[in-house]
C-alpha cells in the first residue's frame, strides 16, 4: 500500500509540475528574451561609439610606393633534386 501511494504521489506532483510550467513558462521566456535583447542592444550601441571614435585618415602603402634595399635578403634558395 506504501508503494502505490508513493507512486500516486509522484505522479500527482509530476502532472502539478507540468500545469505550472505550461501557465509560466511563457512569460519566462518572454523576459529571458527582453533581457537578452537589451543585453545585445547596449553591446551592439558600443561598438558604434568604439568606430566613431577610430574615424580617421587611412594611408595605402602599395609594393611600388616601398623602397627595397639591394641587400635585403629575401628568403633562402633551396634546390631540390628529384630522386628515382
Do not use: N
Not at 510550467?21 to 542592444?41: C, D, N, S, W
Amino acid at each position: 500500500m506504501g508503494f502505490l501511494k508513493a507512486v500516486l504521489i509522484i505522479l500527482l506532483v509530476y502532472y502539478l509540475f507540468k500545469i505550472v510550467v505550461r501557465m509560466f513558462a511563457p512569460k519566462i521566456l518572454g523576459y529571458a528574451a527582453k533581457k537578452t535583447e537589451q543585453h545585445f542592444r547596449e553591446k551592439f550601441e558600443g561598438f558604434q561609439d568604439v568606430r566613431q571614435q577610430q574615424e580617421g585618415e587611412v594611408t595605402i602603402t602599395t609594393k611600388s610606393d616601398r623602397k627595397h634595399d639591394s641587400s635585403e635578403k629575401v628568403g633562402e634558395y633551396i634546390d631540390f633534386e628529384e630522386v628515382d
